[in-house]
């Protein structure tokens, strides 16, 4: 990392237990530097799909899972005194992380592995390491210890 002050930071989450020790690295940082907090999960219909074409549940129903989870870890935020919104993109969780991280101009992403090993990076992807790769900001992938 740079010197540069961190004002804000973005957490890519999926809400999944992978996602938690990114998260807490998030709010630690945030409240230690005094930065704002947007929290991003992107609704990936893709996912969502079954073999055959149908789904696995509606569109809209995710989004509102997610809606809901992502509005719970900004209250958590702020009870922590954090100021704190959020985002729910849809698409793929890559392209929207390093989409939203350009649009709220943030100074760090941070965000969590799954830890999928090499066959598993290669089967699915991996979406920390493209947006570590990618990206123009600091970003700081947090290991899920799984």
Known sequence: ????????????????PASASATEEALTIARRSGAHLTVLSVVDPRILRLPG??????????QARVEAGVQALV???RE???????????????????E?????DVD???MGSHGRGRL?????GSTSARVSTESDRRVLVVDSGG
Do not use: K, N
């Not at 074409?53 to 995710?62: A, K, Y």
């Open 1 to 16: 990392m740079t010197d540069q002050p961190i004002r804000h930071v973005l957490l890519a989450t999926d809400l999944s």
């Open 53 to 62: 074409g149908r789904f696995l549940r509606r569109v809209d129903q995710e």
């Open 75 to 77: 209250a958590r935020a």
């Open 80 to 98: 922590a005194r954090i100021p704190a919104t959020f985002l729910v993109w849809r698409g793929d969780p890559s392209e929207a992380i390093l």
């Open 100 to 104: 939203a991280s350009a649009a709220e």
């Open 108 to 110: 760090l992403v941070v």
């Open 120 to 124: 598993g990076r290669l089967v699915m």
